[in-house]
């Protein structure tokens, strides 16, 4: 059995989870309202303050489903009750983020200013060189994250770019000046 797909999902005080007829799971928070199509071959039981997730049987499909459909449940748990949040960097010489309304203004080496809205249900936020993606869903605040990062990834040799918080870039070593003969 799935070690993922056995954990209990524990639902806080002030979280409503409702299941539709397919598996398509609404659920509703201090933050929001989320709702998903759930993988229909796994079943969710409420058993009062938690939810467990079984399968039908122990075909391959089935169980490749168990872990999947219990953490995407989780997380939009999660994600109305706390969030999700992801940090990047802009580093090198000149390039700034800065935030004009909504919307987000990148200098990152080109000729001209990168614009980025969020969509609806994010929040982008700048401090000095670092860039927060926030909401409540997991997957935007990902994708959005990779979108802003894609502008400028960070390069091998000096570093400069658009990187995550934490992410380890490989360097390069340049050219080296050896004599022609």
Request: aromatic content about 4%; overall charge positive.
């Amino acid at each position: 059995m799935s070690r993922i797909g056995r954990k209990p999902i524990p639902v806080p005080v002030g979280v409503e989870v409702s299941f539709d007829e397919g598996n398509f799971a609404t659920v509703k928070g201090p933050k929001g309202t989320l709702q998903q199509q759930l993988p229909p071959m796994i079943a969710f039981e409420k058993d009062g303050a938690v939810i467990n997730a079984t399968r039908q049987n122990d075909s391959k499909q089935h169980r490749s489903q168990h872990g999947l459909a219990r953490t995407l449940l989780d997380n939009m748990i999660v994600g109305v009750t706390t969030g999700f949040n992801k940090q990047l960097e802009v580093n090198g010489v000149g390039y700034r983020a800065a935030m004009q309304g909504k919307q987000l203004v990148l200098n990152v080496g080109y000729s001209h200013q990168v614009f980025v809205d969020p969509p609806e249900g994010l929040a982008i936020d700048v401090q000095g060189n670092k860039i927060t993606v926030s909401g409540s869903d997991k997957q935007k605040v990902g994708q959005l994250a990779a979108e802003i990062r894609e502008k400028r990834p960070p390069e091998p040799y000096k570093g400069k770019g658009i990187k995550y918080a934490g992410e380890v870039i490989r360097r390069k070593e340049g050219k080296t000046g050896g004599k022609k003969k």
